[in-house]
């Protein structure tokens, strides 16, 4: 390995260099060999000769005047097939005991989009859910929010899309794990091993524990894995980042280190130019796509953080899991007036679609309005029209319950994809009156309805 340079600094999350060589460039990775150990540093700084660099893992052991040379290359990630079923760390290494022997690799930073290669065609991505396809329908390169805190079934959704996703179209999907709990990676891991989903995707984790560096730099080594199933593949990967806020707060910590002078609330300068880097890898081509749901941390429930606002200007949409939806027993928990996307519009989902939502909405807001009169003067206060809202509003709520396949063990429900027509013409059905008849019950957790009850025939409850 050639020798670039030598070390004249050295502190937990920086190392300074005294450069020998004038090909160094910013993003090469720096290796120094001593006591049986390899340590690795990531240029992030040149000022004439010095070089600033952040190590990948700890520190200690190193000292001054230690020689450190030029990994070719830069930061590598695995570039093919083996990528799936596998957990790797923020710099591509396997940490989950395999021994496999490495196809090919790739520059985590090498790839970049041209304007000429990006689709806008967006075909629509049916997931098989209704209450997603029906209030937030995807588009094949959407980049989506997925908000929820702890307990009200994001990893059941997330593995749920997976599942779909998979059966559908083949596709496999990548999770990139962003400075989160360590055992929240493992119950992941074994999550997916048990529903037999860890062959269909592949991970990676810079878990909280870990460096700031390491933190920062999962997104990029997870995004090459996505570009290799988009581009060599030609599939439509489902990319799930959790969290991208940590991915900031990283970066955060890294300009603290490197004494720049921060922005407001002590985001770094370059937090802007920091998330489009990573968003504009988010994309369509006319060979696949990359959709993508990414979970966000809001700091004191602030929706207007300068960092929340910079995420959600390239977001098409979100997906708000709701607690409150969750107590009353309706999984997936969505709420449906917090959740949106940009495909609500006449010209990407038909005239038919959007007027459904907008009709679906208007009834379930009424029925919030009417709850609060029920629950002063009762029931029978209500207008004949009122009551008629009333009922097939609570219809609706149920009707978009799921039964899913990860939950069939728990359930006992066997899971169902349901097509988009089949939904629409379920919603429009329920709108019109035709399920009056039926018990609101017996619309709980039910894939499609198959107009059973325009032949007066009774909609075979079943239990969750």
Known sequence: MKVVGKIISISELSVKVLLMDDNVQLRDILVCK???????????????????????????????????????????????????????????????????????????????????????????????????????????????????????GKTVLI?????????KFKSNAIFIGIGERSREGKELYDDMKADDLLDKMSMVFGQMGESPCARSKAIYSGLTSAEFLRDQKGQDVLLFIDNIYRFIQAKSEISTELKRIPIENGYPTTMA??????????????????????????PADDITDDAVQSITTHLDGQIVLDRKVAEKGLYPAINVFKSSSKAIDPEKIGKRHYDLVQETLKYLSR??????????????????????????????????????????????????????????????????????????????????????????????????
Do not use: C, H
């Open 34 to 152: 001593y006591n049986d150990q390899e340590y690795e540093f990531e240029v992030v700084e040149l000022e004439e000769n010095i070089a600033s660099l952040l190590p990948f893992k700890r520190v200690n052991g190193l000292r001054k005047g230690l020689e450190v040379g030029l990994k070719e290359g830069g930061l590598q990630m695995e570039y093919s097939p083996k990528i799936l079923g596998r957990i790797y760390n923020s710099f591509g290494v396997g940490i989950d005991g395999k021994k496999e022997k490495s196809e090919a690799t790739k520059n985590v930073y090498e790839r970049k989009l041209s304007v000429a290669e990006i689709s806008i065609k967006n075909n629509p991505l049916w997931t098989g859910i209704k209450v997603i396809d029906f209030f937030a329908p995807l588009q094949k390169g959407y980049k989506m929010g997925l908000l929820g805190g702890a307990g009200v």
């Open 367 to 464: 029925y919030e309005e009417l709850e609060e009169i029920i629950a002063v003067l009762g029931i029978d206060e209500l207008s004949e029209e009122d009551k008629l809202i009333f009922y097939r509003s609570r219809k609706l709520r149920n009707y978009f319950t799921q039964p899913l396949f990860v939950s069939e063990n728990y359930t006992g429900i066997p899971g169902e994809m349901v097509d988009i027509e089949d939904t629409l013409q379920d919603v429009e059905d329920i709108l019109n009156g035709v399920y009056d008849d039926i018990d609101e019950e017996k619309l709980l957790f039910r894939g499609k309805l198959n107009g059973e009850s325009r032949e007066k025939e009774p909609v075979e409850q079943q239990q969750q």
């Open 273 to 298: 130019s920091d998330i489009s880097e990573v968003e504009e890898r988010i994309n369509s081509t006319e060979t696949g796509s990359i959709t993508s749901f990414q979970a966000i941390y809001i």
């Open 159 to 167: 593995k749920e899309l997976i599942n779909n996703v998979y059966k």
